[in-house]
DNA sequence: CATGAATGAGTATTCATTCAT
DNA sequence: GATGAATGAATACTCATTCAT
């Protein structure tokens, strides 16, 4: 048997049609959401047969989905790291906004759409996705906040922090993040802008004495 | 002017077609999304026939955007008052937030359809609106968020705020406000959940010296 | 409100859209079957709009099998009526033996295609029909045959009849109708051809003493 | 000729992969009829590669053609014996009655969508399958109904059949025969089933006098 | 010969919009 | 103004067939 570089559908540009078809397809979903992206023009922008698609990927649903997954798979398990981790409570959280400053300069769009389609996280909703679809974002959602949480619980667990609800906070934390990608504030320096929220997170607006 | 009684289109219920038309639309956009949103789905609502909602709109897309804008501007206004306001800063904020909170316990949904539809707030998008009506709905996003950006903007001027950008902080505002909303953290006391928002945006998470 | 003759939809020529649709499918189907008939071809042949056809019937399924109940209507009443009518069995049998032949130099080619659908009138099987709508066709068939053999059974009680059991040579009957109208047997004289059959059925092909 | 142990192909198992595909395709069709049977789910069962379909057979429709004529040919050839033998006309039917239900107990399916596919024996149709393709069925389907045909004939040269037209009851007695296989009536006993068909056939259904 | 990844022509169905009444 | 029948552009998905390995 041949090496990986030879393998079936490995292309000459060395990406597998599986791969040029993801490439495709995030660029698509990104740019026009779900509803409008049209599978037509992700083989278009993959460069493949339309019936390719349908070898890879059950349906454009399932494509969606295991996009955001693979996507997304590499910062969860930073996530994870990071919250498992050693350090005190506020620097973990710190680590935390910086992860989620850089994932989501590439991709807001994507999870937006995603955010969307699965309407509210777990609300009965707007999109078209089967409902055993949707309990999936779910699980994937709630294990990302779920991650956030447990540091600011640690936190407040030690005496690093107060006065909040823990899930509340988690997600106010993505919701802001999310927000600053979305809006194009984050700028060429993903760190600078990361802890700016950091410190609005950690310590409100308000000014402090500084006695 | 006439009284209503006498107003074209005046039904029995007192409500005009037009009034009924949007009635429904709000249910079944909010439920729906634009995209799964059908008109007829709107005309069976709102009783009424599928001409008769072209007659008032000139399409699903203006439907919407009128639909924003209606369910909207009572809050704009009150926003807009307390905005130019005496009070200092910090009070106003709270007011603002206690505003939207009430708010979006209303509309989250069909903001946050919105929101996807205009795709980041005038970034260039995934809707099939046209690219004149997205700018229709940054204008107005625009100016709400403008006046939230002003009451901070105040607070820093006059030493009650500090360390953040006016501008990101406002958004941020909007974007934790609108997540509690639809995550359903608001629940029966929005009041309560306003608090709780405003202490986190005001004091940070950091739990502080009570000397 | 107005006549009938100037209800909606009633074209010029006098017939509903809905009309012209089933005309146009019942030509379609007979020629091709219900795989190879397509839609468009059917909205070409009615000369109507491919979503005229989905205001009037949920799918292809379910037209094809209006076009088939609404065809059969009328034979089945008629059948019906001679079934329970006053006359002895054989004549009845020649009576229905002619109502079959005549029905099916029309309609042979139709109810090929939906025995082909509903592969064997209740076995599990080839076609896509949903297993709820197949149950209606056999519904049907079962009531058709039923009655064919409702009479042979009547003829086997009073003595008429003898030597078969009356379910298979009912269906007996039924198919070697159907098949010659089938293979063009029947031709210009549809009572000659029915006297044909029911001669070969009634007293076989052997040759009898004429003693 | 070179012997079967080493025929191209030929497996452990001892069939060729050509006998496999053959196999599978008969299943394939008879459960599921020409259109919704895919090359797919063929090869699947045939545990073998798509590529070896199309090396052994040019295509689906020839595919289906070589399966039915194997299946057929050992019937049509004792088929010819009977008709061919010295028996006199009544016993040859009988005999033949008898094959034909043999036979179709284990093909009635796959007979039943040939015969949907081409549509009447003939008649111009519905099928895919090319006019030359349909033809060749034409020439099979007419060949076997000859050989009845002719046993009826020579039964009513010499006087053993009366009143009937021999290419008539010819069909008659296959459409019966089918019917019954398909229909399930055939059940445990082929051969008591076959009497009672032969029984209805030569006699009829009319009560006979005794003396 | 055997294989199966790649392909794209073909099809049912949806739904915003129009317009004659 | 009110209505809803008619329309067709748009789109996800299937599956027979090819061909490079």
Known sequence: MRGVLS??????EGRTKRQQILDAAYQVFSRKGFHRATVDEIVALADTGKGTVYN????????????????????????????AGPEDSPT???????????????NA???RVMI???????AEGHSKLAPQQREKYR???????GDVEKVIRDGLAKGAFAGCDPK??????????LMMAFQGFVGDDPEAAAERVADM????????DPG
Chains 1, 2, 3, 4 share one sequence.
């Open 7 to 12: 393998d079936p559908a490995v292309c000459a």
């Open 109 to 111: 769009d994507l999870w």
């Open 168 to 177: 509340i906070a988690a997600y106010s934390l993505l919701s802001v993040v």
């Open 201 to 208: 997170f950690l310590h409100g607006i308000t000014k402090r």
């Open 56 to 83: 890879y990927f059950v349906n454009k649903e399932r494509l969606f989905y295991i996009l955001v997954r693979e996507r997304s798979a590499p910062f969860e398990a930073a996530l994870a790291e990071v919250a």
């Open 116 to 122: 969307h389609e699965m309407r509210g996280v777990g």
């Open 92 to 106: 973990k959280l710190r680590k935390i906004i910086r992860l989620f400053t850089k994932f989501f300069v590439d």
């Open 139 to 145: 699980e994937d959602m709630v294990r990302i906040v």
